[in-house]
């Protein structure tokens, strides 16, 4: 669950999780990311909650640029569904306040653009 692994997201081949818990777009319900790769759901998106995640899938990536944040400003850059181009969220490339390093490399996914799948247990 460290963040070795390589990144390359921008032409992900369409992943499939059967059976697991999943986040899948709200739009048009591709499948996002593994319930597994929830780090924190107590973030904030643009428009409301956010979930921070270790990783996601069936994603492009936007424009990398320097974005001020509640927590400081960070270098981010806004993931896109591959099935609709809705924007989902952003991930965090660099973050320049220390206390913040632990979000870089990861995913930042609006609750609102994301629906839960399959074997749900959360209390929300
Ligand atoms: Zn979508």
Redesign the pocket.
């Known amino acids: 669950m460290s963040g070795s692994s390589t990144l390359n997201t921008t032409e992900s081949p369409v992943a499939v999780f059967q059976d697991r818990p999943i986040f899948s ?6 499948v996002i990311a593994l319930q597994d790769e929830l780090i924190s759901k107590a973030f904030s998106g643009r428009d409301g909650r956010g979930y921070l995640m270790y990783s996601a899938v069936n994603v492009k990536m936007g424009k990398k640029e320097d974005r001020s944040l509640l927590t400081g400003v960070h270098t981010v850059a806004d993931v896109f ?6 924007r ?1 969220g952003w991930y965090y490339h660099k973050a320049s306040d220390n206390t913040q390093k632990y979000k870089e490399g990861k995913y930042l996914l609006e609750r609102e653009r994301l629906i839960k799948e399959n074997k749900w247990k959360l209390d929300e």
Not at 25 to 30: R, V
Not at 81 to 86: A, E, H, K, L, R
Request: charged letters at 10%; glycine letters at 8%.
């Open positions: 777009c709200s739009n048009c319900s591709a569904c591959v099935g609709c181009n809705d989902l």
